[in-house]
């Protein structure tokens, strides 16, 4: 059979356009390798005072100011980073390399939500989207299969510190209000129309925040800026997927709000992971622990993000170690991984450890490529078992935990 010239010029068209993006994808992501930080961090706390403002670059030289750890330190902080910025040139202020991202993990029995509202590369907000994995194996038909609903260059509508959000498109709402006062109202409420999932979930806004700045690179023009609450309790609530409604029980669903600005450098790469529970005895808890970001900054005069939110207080833990196994389960990719938080004399946290083992059961792939920015993430959900002891003698001792494990890629 003799082909068609015009199907065998669209045939290799084709196949050049393929390479292309796998070239591209080759200069996107350089190696599979995150830096790691071998030597032991002097965790700074930035000891803001309450009374006060604080600039996070100085105002003439856009060099980072701050660099540490803090308890709900977003409050505190005047982010006049490179964002601002119009230049497409200047490394100091370019605003390309500038991110911006509001994402919130919902776990419930029987679900693993995930809402990121939203990515913004520069000043475009590239994606808002809404993602569902069924966690329950008792439906083998939806058993760890993931729906999901993206909607491009959203318009939103946010204050600085992310404390209220609002999406409004013709499929895709969402609304996000933290209130400090424990009596005023406080929700996460998302319509998502494609993939049908609808809910408003309350929760106690003064739930602590670990709030991080680290440099990362050398001359503090690049930096990244994070403030996260793990492990928030919701209220009892009822949602809905795909026209069935579920019900989330009294501290039986939890709520972590991952809250990132930043002003990146080229090829940053790292590990993440979440876990996020109640124990036995009743208390809520999530664990934060990430190695990678501000690693290729020399000096040791910065902090690590890890720590441990255990009933709404941030316990900040020492710089943990991942050990990433690649393991083949049913012909599929999947991971082991253990952390633990560093032991020693050089610890600054002794009375706070963690001790992690995960396991991945479900494997995605994601990402955005526009050449210049790019963003690609290895997802793993599964379940880890959980051994940690904090400030006061309380020790969380849990196995099938649920979460997630990540490896992250951002460029430009």
């Not at 919130?104 to 994606?127: K, R, W, Y």
């Not at 001359?219 to 579920?246: Q, S």
């Not at 808890?285 to 000096?299: D, N, R, T, V």
């Not at 946290?349 to 920015?373: A, D, M, Q, R, W």
């Amino acid at each position: 059979m003799v082909l068609h010239p015009k199907i065998v010029s669209f045939v290799r068209t084709s196949l050049r356009f393929a390479a292309f993006l796998y070239l591209i994808d080759g200069l996107v992501l350089p190696s599979d390798r995150v830096v790691k930080q071998k030597d032991t961090l002097e965790q700074p706390r930035l000891n803001l005072q309450s009374h006060e403002r604080y600039d996070l670059l100085d105002k003439k030289t856009n060099v980072l100011l701050l660099q540490g750890w803090e308890v709900d330190g977003e409050k505190l902080v005047n982010d006049n980073s490179a964002r601002y910025s119009l230049s497409l040139y200047d490394p100091s202020v370019a605003i390309s390399r500038v991110r911006e991202i509001n994402i919130f993990f919902l776990q419930t029995p029987d679900h693993f939500i995930e809402v990121m509202a939203p990515l913004t590369m520069g000043s475009l907000n590239i994606v808002a989207s809404a993602s569902v994995i069924d966690v329950n194996p008792a439906r083998p038909d939806s058993f760890m299969k993931q729906i999901k609903q993206e909607e491009n260059l959203v318009e939103v509508k946010q204050d600085a510190i992310g404390a209220h959000i609002t999406i409004e498109s013709p499929k895709l709402n969402f609304s996000f209000k933290r209130r400090d006062d424990p009596l005023m109202r406080s929700y996460l409420k998302v319509q998502a129309k494609e993939i049908d999932l609808a809910f408003e979930a309350l929760f106690d806004g003064s739930h602590e925040s670990n709030y991080w700045v680290t440099p990362l690179t050398d001359d503090k023009f690049t930096e990244f800026v994070t403030w996260k609450r793990a492990g928030i309790p919701l209220k009892p609530f009822k949602y809905k997927i795909a026209g069935t409604e579920y019900t989330c029980g009294p501290r039986e669903c939890l709520l972590t709000t991952d809250q990132y600005r930043g002003h990146h450098n080229y090829g940053m790469q790292f590990h993440f992971a979440l876990a996020q529970g109640t124990t036995s005895a009743g208390d809520a808890f999530g664990i934060i622990l990430q190695e990678g970001i501000g690693s290729k900054y020399s000096a040791l005069d910065r902090a690590s993000e890890d720590h441990i939110n255990v009933n709404g207080e941030v316990f900040k833990l020492d710089q943990a170690d991942f050990q990433v196994e690649r393991i083949e389960a049913d012909g599929k990719k999947a991971f082991k991984v253990a952390i633990s938080t560093r032991s020693g004399d050089s610890m600054h946290f002794p009375e706070n450890t963690c001790k992690l083992s995960f396991e991945s059961s479900l494997y995605l792939k994601e990402g955005i490529n526009l050449v210049l920015l790019a963003h690609r993430r290895d997802f793993f959900y599964g379940t880890y078992s959980v051994d940690c002891t904090v400030q006061g003698g309380k020790v969380i001792q849990e196995s099938a935990v649920k979460g997630f494990f990540e490896h992250v890629w951002s460029r430009h």
